[in-house]
């Protein structure tokens, strides 16, 4: 941590790290910002164990854990701080596992763990080779595919969203990929009563994300 810098919010900090016996070094901000590679660090930094990485292989051992897992499927996202925002809405949600193909998407970077706020340690990131492989494996185990897409006939609100489930949401510019849409059980969209014709997806995945828990909570 930053030297000399004990705030109130730091001091509680620094005593609860105390109780967990996690080691702290202050030094000066030069070097302490060498660490992150120039990032900002808010005078504070964590040296963590990386992320385990999981791959399709690893799905099973994970699902096996959950009687009727919630996943998060994105197609294609490549801006980090999308990624980090939907890990945080992951953890919150309770979701299993949050599957990305290996190609063409952002994997998790120091940014998306910074912006995930630790959920990028708590929720298993699954890199698949083929995407619309890894559903159709999933299909077959029971899990229904949902994708969001603007053209969708019925919104998120009017479908169930209980049981094994997939939410599936495509990248920023694209949307999902044409066999990724086709391997969805079905299609959903977020009703829009303003100028705006879409939204973020991290903020996509937290409306979709959160009507799953709420009708899973009735």
Known sequence: MLKGRHGNRLSKLLNELQVCAISIQEMDRKILSKKVSGGNHQGIVAKVKKAKRFCENDLVAILSKYKEPLLLVLDGVV??????????????????????????AVLVTPTVSKVASGAAETVPVVQVTNLARTMRTLQEQGVWFVGTAAEAMRSIYQIKLTGSLAIVIGSEE?????????????????????SISSLNVSVTSGICLFEAVRQRLV
Not at 85 to 100: E, F, K, T, Y
Not at 178 to 184: S, Y
């Open 79 to 104: 801006d980090p701080h999308n990624l980090g925002a939907c890990l945080r809405n992951a953890d919150g949600a309770g979701v299993a596992a949050v599957i990305v193909p290996k190609d063409r």
């Open 174 to 194: 694209n949307g999902m990929r044409h066999l990724t849409r086709k391997t969805c059980d079905d299609l959903v969209k977020i009703p829009m009563t303003g």
